[in-house]
Every structure is written in structure tokens, then in C-alpha cells.
């Protein structure tokens, strides 16, 4: 079965430092790849997806994520956090057509420290 | 804005109450899921709806059934509710089954069960 991994349950950073959230997919069919963002009490918002146009894909809030066929990995990364970046990121593949339904990773909650 | 609306945000029921949770969308998109998100953890798809073909997951329980009136509307009947159900329910849209599978999530209702 087609699965998601998202290393780190929990990532911390510090204002200004660099977001690394990592994602890989267990395929040798590149799926379409998206990371959702969720605040407490809402729904997923998308920050970004991958449907094979650019390897790099940028998204809202300063995202953007890499697809790297070589390392089955769609890794997000922002520059400089915010504090507003507290939050959690879900990774997700889908294949399309009738089996496209989403793929989740378990999340990794985000932290930002002051 | 087009968009997809859960109502109520916050349900609170007892122990064995049916409870219906509604979902309305302006996408006029073909597909409707919904998900049960236990306290951090991922998205677990229910079921869906291709237009008014209903497709169960298969270890979705008895307990959980769906209905889709018409095209913008969908709703959750947790027939006997029991503890463990209590979770957020997130009702999601596609606009088909071609494509990347992108969805487009409401902001959840949070369910609580006593």
C-alpha cells in the first residue's frame, strides 16, 4: 500500500530560523503531492501542491516545497519562521482518477519559539 | 467566495444520540468526503460521494452513515454515538476524480460526546 512518512512528530524553531518539514512517499510512480496546514479548531488549508509541472513549487505564507524524484521526498522549508507559522503540516499524495483519494502523513506540529 | 461550510462548528450530544452533521459547498464539485481527525492525528476517510454514488471505506463502522441530497449538500448521521467518536469531522470536495485530486476542506466540526 501507497504510504506517507513525515519524519519528526514535533519540530521547534526559534523566530527567523529556517522551516524544515520532511516528507517521503513509498512509490515509483511520482503522485501528485500537497502539504495542508491546520490551526487549531480548523479545517486543512493547502500551501502548495506538486502535479508534475516545476520540481520547485512555492505556496502562501513564504512556503515551498521540492519534489525530488531520486529521493521519493517533497520536502517543505520556509526561510524565516514566523510566529504565525505555529501550526500543524500535513503531507499528502494522491494518484488521481478513481483510486485519487489522499494519502495522509501523521503531521508534524510546528513550534515557534519567540 | 466559493467554499466549502460545516455547520454547526461545535456539536455536543450524549451518549447514544443521533446526531446529524451538515456539509453545504458552492464549488459545485462532483465529489464530497468526510474524514473523522482524532486529536493529533491524520485525516481518516469515512466515505464519499461521486455525485450520488456513495463509496464506503471499508473499516468505516455501521455507526457512520452519509447522505447527499443534491449536488451542494452532504451530511453525517452518527447514529448511536459512543465515546470514541468523539473527534473533528472535516467535509472536503473535489471537483472530480481526473486531475491531481486537489481538495478543498470546511472548517470542521468538532463533536463531543458525554
Known amino acids: 500500500a501507497q504510504s506517507v512518512t513525515q519524519l519528526g512528530s514535533h519540530v521547534s524553531v526559534s523566530e527567523g530560523a529556517l522551516v524544515l518539514l520532511r516528507c517521503n512517499y513509498s512509490?515509483?510512480?511520482?503522485?501528485?503531492l500537497f502539504w495542508y496546514v491546520q490551526y487549531p479548531n480548523q479545517g486543512l488549508q493547502l500551501l502548495l501542491k506538486y502535479t508534475s509541472a516545476a520540481t520547485l513549487v512555492k505556496g502562501i505564507n513564504g512556503f515551498e516545497a521540492e519534489f525530488k524524484k531520486s529521493e521519493t521526498s517533497f520536502h517543505l522549508t520556509k526561510p524565516s519562521a514566523h510566529m504565525s507559522d505555529a501550526a500543524e503540516y500535513f503531507c499528502a499524495v494522491s494518484y488521481g482518477g478513481s483510486q485519487g483519494n489522499l494519502i495522509f502523513g501523521k503531521g508534524t506540529k510546528l513550534s515557534v519559539k519567540p | 467566495d466559493a467554499m466549502v461550510i460545516q455547520n454547526p462548528r461545535y456539536q455536543v450530544t450524549q451518549f447514544g444520540k443521533p446526531v446529524t452533521l451538515s456539509c453545504s459547498q458552492t464549488?459545485?464539485?462532483?465529489?464530497m468526503y468526510w474524514y473523522q481527525q482524532k486529536s493529533s492525528q491524520a485525516p481518516k476517510l469515512l466515505f464519499h460521494?461521486?455525485?450520488?454514488?456513495?463509496?464506503n471505506e471499508a473499516d468505516t463502522p455501521d455507526n457512520f452513515q452519509s447522505r447527499r441530497p443534491n449536488t451542494s449538500f452532504c451530511f453525517l448521521d452518527i447514529r448511536s454515538p459512543g465515546l470514541g467518536d468523539a473527534a473533528m469531522y472535516l467535509c472536503?470536495?473535489?471537483?472530480?476524480?481526473?486531475?491531481?485530486?486537489?481538495?478543498?476542506f470546511g472548517p470542521g466540526t468538532r463533536l463531543t460526546v458525554l
Open positions: 512509490s515509483s510512480v511520482p503522485p501528485y
Open positions: 460521494y461521486y455525485d450520488k454514488d456513495f463509496n
Open positions: 464549488l459545485n464539485h462532483n465529489v
Open positions: 472536503a470536495t473535489s471537483r472530480d476524480y481526473e486531475g491531481s485530486g486537489e481538495q478543498f
